[in-house]
């Protein structure tokens, strides 16, 4: 079965500042890949997935990832953090087959000082 | 707005009642899922229906029972309610490729 691992709980960066959150998967192929952010009282929104391919994605509110199949690795980064990107964000990884089910990590809540 | 649908928003009820959550997917989406959120346990799968059958269980307890409809919403119902039930209960709906959408959730609270 699959895991995953947010190693940080909470980071604290101020606003314009670079961003990097770290997300480690255990799985014996290559997965399925994603990025959710949830905003205090909301769902989770999908902030890019990996599916094969180029392995630096692009997503939505100028998010993007790589995927390091050496090092089991899907980090999310964001050159400059705003404040509105203060929130809980979640990495999910997926087997290939079966019912796609993913296995989320704990989560990285985001603190952004003005 | 990512198209799916959960009612109620809220719920406060007492333990040992029941309630039933409700989802409706994505317009044409097959797939739906069910999440438990609590703090202590993270974002946990309980449940998954493709097009009005079971197709994986997760950690649902017995007293959790599921069903998706032929208009292919979907009610969760929770019976014998206790304390430790509280959370967040969120939907999620899929069409082909694997890429799950979720509600707003309901925020359940038991007393």
């Known amino acids: 079965a699959q895991s995953v691992t947010q190693p940080d709980i909470h980071i604290t960066v101020s606003e314009g500042a670079s961003l990097e959150l770290r997300c480690n998967y255990s799985?014996?192929?290559?997965?399925?890949l994603f990025w959710y952010v949830q905003s205090p009282g909301q769902g989770l929104q999908l902030l890019l997935k990996?599916?094969?391919?180029?392995?630096l994605v692009q997503g939505i509110k100028g998010f993007e990832a790589e995927f390091k199949r050496s090092q089991s690795s899907f980090n999310l980064r964001k050159p400059s953090v705003h404040w509105s990107d203060a929130a809980e964000y979640f990495c999910?990884?997926?087997?290939?087959?079966?019912?796609?089910?993913?296995?989320f990590g704990r989560g990285t809540s985001l603190i952004v000082h003005p | 707005d990512s198209g799916v649908t959960q009612t109620p928003k809220h719920l406060i009820t007492a333990t040992g009642q029941r309630v039933t959550l409700r989802c409706s997917p994505r317009s044409g989406d097959l797939s739906v899922y069910w999440y438990q959120q609590s703090l202590d346990q993270g974002l946990q799968f309980l449940i998954h229906?493709?097009?009005?059958?079971?197709?994986a269980k997760g950690n649902i307890l017995e007293r959790f029972s599921a069903q998706q409809f032929p208009d292919l919403h979907s009610e969760l119902n929770l019976s014998s309610l206790e304390l430790g039930d509280s959370a967040l209960y969120f939907c999620a709906s899929s069409g082909v490729l694997e890429t799950q959408y979720f509600g707003p959730g309901t925020r359940l609270l038991v007393l």
């Open positions: 229906y493709y097009n009005g059958e079971e197709r």
């Open positions: 990996y599916f094969s391919g180029d392995t």
């Open positions: 999910a990884v997926a087997a290939r087959g079966g019912s796609y089910i993913p296995t």
């Open positions: 799985y014996g192929a290559t997965p399925y």
